[in-house]
Every structure is written in structure tokens, then in C-alpha cells.
């Protein structure tokens, strides 16, 4: 997260903590995210597809934060984003029925890294499924 921090974000003139990025771009992407729809019906293949359920303790700092901003961010993940999340995660399921899901508990963006574990195992896992499956087919 010190990582990432430091290419998202800057220190302004009056000491304010800002994001470098302007707003500009920031709308670029944003429209661009707004507009993408995607053509799932024409997936055919086996889809493996992995998805971070944080607990919010990732987004915490002992350093930086009060109690109370603590529970803010850890009330707003539970009752916010992980709500969200599920609701992302039925939709793909229903627009790509054949693809197996797989839940990261306690999981960030960098699952692949923090979770490697399970990634690696559930990666193997599908590719021998999708390979037994395609040659019993």
C-alpha cells in the first residue's frame, strides 16, 4: 500500500494530501469505465476468475487514523463495498455461467501477491479441470 501511495498521491502547496492524477483524466477513465460493456455471450471457454473480499483491515493506519476513523473504514468495507462486491460477483456468474469464481477472504487488489497461495492452487486446479474437461469432450 506505501507503494502504491506514493504514485497516487502528492502533497499540494498547503501541506493537503491530493491525488496526482487531474481531474481530466481522472473523467477519461471514468467515462471509459461507465461505457465499456462487454460481450460476454460470446465467451465459450472456461473462465477462472478471482475476487478480493477485503475485511478492510488493508486500508488501516495505527499511524495516521483515530479509533473512530478505523471504524468508519471498517463499518464502510462490511456494509458498502463487500455488499457491492457480492453483487458484482452474481452478475458475472449469471452473464458467464461456466466460470468459477473464487473468493480471496481478507484480499486486496494484490491477492496474487499477499494470497499467492491460494491463487497458484486454484489456478492449477482449473487448468486441470479445463484440460480433463476438454479431453473427455
Known sequence: MDEQTKH???TNAVGKVVPKMTDAISKEINDTF???APEYS??????????AMPDGLDFLSPDY????????VIDFVQ???LPDRKKYIEKFQQKIPQAKIVE???????????????VIDETRKFLIESYLTVAQA
Not at 487514523?65 to 468508519?72: D, L, S
Not at 480471496?104 to 491460494?118: D, L, M, R, S, V
Open 34 to 36: 461507465a461505457s465499456y
Open 104 to 118: 480471496i477472504p481478507n484480499g486486496h487488489h494484490y491477492c496474487f501477491i499477499k494470497q499467492k497461495e491460494i
Open 65 to 72: 487514523m483515530t479509533e473512530e476513523q478505523k471504524a468508519q
Open 42 to 51: 460470446s465467451i465459450q471457454v472456461p473462465v477462472l476468475s478471482f475476487f
Open 79 to 81: 456494509t458498502v463495498l
Open 8 to 10: 497516487s498521491v502528492k
